[in-house]
């Protein structure tokens, strides 16, 4: 990876200057590399205090630290990055697309080799001495635009399994009575004047027979 692009880690603002913070500047870390918003946001005096530096649209984002090892991105917005993000600038003959979905298909090999047992971080000296097999740049691109294709596919469904799931857990908190109520709050149309629901312990409704006991003289 060293021989195929430029790359640094950021730092972050002493937390007890509020002079660095509430600025304009997002602060990207690494559970936000795949995000458009940011939590924090820092002043350009923070930036100049510190040790975080500037990524641009487009770049890798790449999660070194804690429970998102691994994790990597192309960076949405144009901003500043801390210790525990590496960011990867390709030069001109390598696609940042094509990295990155390399990336992610080798991260449980990358964190199988390096942390072992989920211990410890990764570092820039370690990605930098990763091997990649490219293709000439008009198939990487190809190669990257296709599965990020496929990504944005995936996320568009996942968020429609999402809403799907809450709109289920509303209805089903609606189209059943509540404690102390014999009707639900919505019903179907054709059930709009049907008489109001009966409450039955469940053993009133249930055919239930004792299984046949038996002894067992042998565990073969």
Same mark, same amino acid.
């Given at each position: 990876?060293?021989?195929?692009?430029?790359?640094?880690?950021?730092?972050?603002?002493?937390?007890?200057?509020?002079?660095?913070?509430?600025?304009?500047?997002?602060?990207?870390?690494?559970?936000?590399?795949?995000?458009?918003?940011?939590?924090?946001?820092?002043?350009?005096?923070?930036?100049?205090?510190?040790?975080?530096?500037?990524?641009?649209?487009?770049?890798?984002?790449?999660?070194?630290?804690?429970?998102?090892?691994?994790?990597?991105?192309?960076?949405?917005?144009?901003?500043?990055?801390?210790?525990?993000?590496?960011?990867?600038? @390709?030069?001109?003959?390598?696609?940042?697309?094509?990295?990155?979905?390399?990336?992610?298909?080798?991260?449980?090999?990358?964190?199988? #080799?390096?942390?072992?047992?989920? &211990?410890?971080?990764?570092?820039?000296?370690?990605?930098?001495?990763?091997?990649?097999?490219?293709?000439?740049?008009?198939?990487?691109?190809?190669?990257?635009?296709?599965?990020?294709?496929?990504?944005?596919?995936?996320?568009?469904?996942?968020?429609?399994?999402?809403?799907?799931?809450?709109?289920?857990?509303?209805?089903?908190?609606?189209?059943?009575?509540?404690?102390?109520?014999?009707? @639900? #709050?919505?019903?179907? @149309?054709?059930?709009?004047?049907?008489?109001?629901?009966? &409450?039955? #312990?469940?053993?009133?409704?249930?055919?239930?027979?004792? @299984?046949?006991?038996?002894?067992?003289?042998?565990?073969?």
């Amino acid at each position: 990876m060293g021989e195929v692009a430029v790359s640094f880690s950021g730092g972050t603002p002493s937390v007890g200057n509020s002079k660095y913070y509430n600025g304009e500047i997002p602060f990207i870390r690494s559970a936000e590399i795949n995000s458009a918003i940011t939590e924090l946001y820092l002043t350009e005096e923070g930036l100049k205090n510190s040790s975080a530096k500037m990524v641009n649209v487009g770049d890798i984002l790449y999660a070194l630290y804690g429970a998102t090892s691994g994790e990597v991105g192309i960076s949405k917005i144009n901003g500043a990055i801390n210790q525990a993000i590496l960011a990867i600038k @390709p030069y001109d003959a390598y696609n940042s697309k094509f990295i990155e979905q390399w990336l992610k298909n080798q991260k449980k090999n990358i964190i199988d #080799k390096y942390l072992q047992g989920g &211990q410890g971080n990764l570092s820039a000296a370690i990605v930098k001495k990763l091997l990649i097999p490219f293709p000439t740049l008009p198939e990487q691109k190809a190669i990257g635009d296709f599965f990020q294709t496929l990504d944005r596919s995936i996320d568009l469904h996942q968020r429609e399994l999402e809403n799907l799931k809450n709109r289920k857990k509303s209805l089903l908190q609606k189209m059943f009575p509540k404690n102390g109520e014999s009707v @639900p #709050k919505i019903r179907f @149309p054709e059930f709009k004047n049907a008489p109001a629901w009966e &409450q039955r #312990k469940l053993g009133e409704i249930l055919g239930y027979e004792q @299984p046949t006991k038996y002894i067992v003289n042998s565990t073969d």
